[in-house]
């Protein structure tokens, strides 16, 4: 099967660092239109020049998942400048690690804004646009905490848990001319782990991520979902280091 697709727009979540600007910059190598949205503008600015000096087309704008207008817009001004939007990769997360008995609500609740609810407004902006057009993919990236939990990740597992949840969900739901892809990757090299405030659960961490992957694998296997046939569905792709047990 190809995995080199007719040419799409796509936008991406959480396109500033990490998996999100992997994905941005491997989707616009393989000749897709990207919009690139992330609340750091200027790493979008950083992403868009070095997208662009290598050829590839795309566009940055300032992005906030968990404000459903904002979210709304940004969709919106894909449809106004290209005529049409034919992926969203919903993949702006944070994982500020803690265990529960440290009782860092904000925290959880701010776990709960950007991976759950920020999920769910980009389905709520772009779903309508598929159904309009006949067509569309959904691609999420949760992570292994979807398929275990581990010591000081409850709360952002039952988030990844909700984000599978969610995408299976609306995988059953839509009509089939709409793909939906759940991509859940183990330990990854990204900013992610700069977010956890706990001392311990930050030790933890360290630990854990010993082995990783680079951020550029789970930018191929996104390109790998988009570049299938239209009969065909990847409905989930879980990759991992391979010393990640």
């Known amino acids: 099967m190809s995995t080199t697709p007719e040419p799409k ?7 500033s660092s990490g998996i999100g600007a992997a994905v ?3 989707l616009a190598a393989l000749g897709h239109q990207v919009v690139a949205g992330a609340r750091r503008t200027d790493r979008i600015t950083e992403l868009v020049d070095r997208v662009r000096a290598a050829g590839g087309s795309i566009t940055g704008r300032a992005l906030d998942v968990t404000d459903r207008a904002d979210v709304e817009a940004f969709v919106a001004a894909a449809v106004t400048a290209y005529g049409q939007v034919d992926v969203l990769v919903n993949n702006a997360g944070v994982m500020p690690l803690s ?3 440290r ?4 925290e959880w609740d701010r776990m709960i804004d950007v991976n759950v609810r920020g999920l769910l407004h980009g389905i709520a902006a772009a779903l309508p646009v598929f159904q309009r057009q006949g067509g569309g993919h959904f691609v999420t990236v949760a992570s292994i905490g979807a398929h275990q939990v581990s010591e000081t990740a409850a709360v952002y597992c039952g988030t990844k848990y909700a984000a599978w949840a969610i995408t299976e969900g609306l995988r059953l739901e839509v009509d089939p001319s709409i793909r939906v892809t759940t991509v859940s990757p183990g330990v990854v ?13 930050r030790e933890l961490m360290e630990s854990y991520r010993a082995e ?7 930018a ?3 390109g790998y979902a988009l570049g299938q046939p239209a009969a065909v569905d990847v409905n ?3 990759l991992r280091p391979t010393r990640q047990r």
């Open 9 to 15: 727009v796509v936008l991406v979540t959480g396109a």
């Open 212 to 218: 990783s992957i680079p951020a550029s694998a789970v």
């Open 220 to 222: 191929e296997a996104v």
């Open 103 to 106: 009782l860092l609500v904000d």
């Open 99 to 101: 265990r529960l008995d």
């Open 24 to 26: 941005a910059e491997h």
């Open 236 to 238: 989930e792709i879980v």
């Open 189 to 201: 090299e990204s900013e992610l782990a700069g977010t956890i405030t706990d001392p311990g659960a």
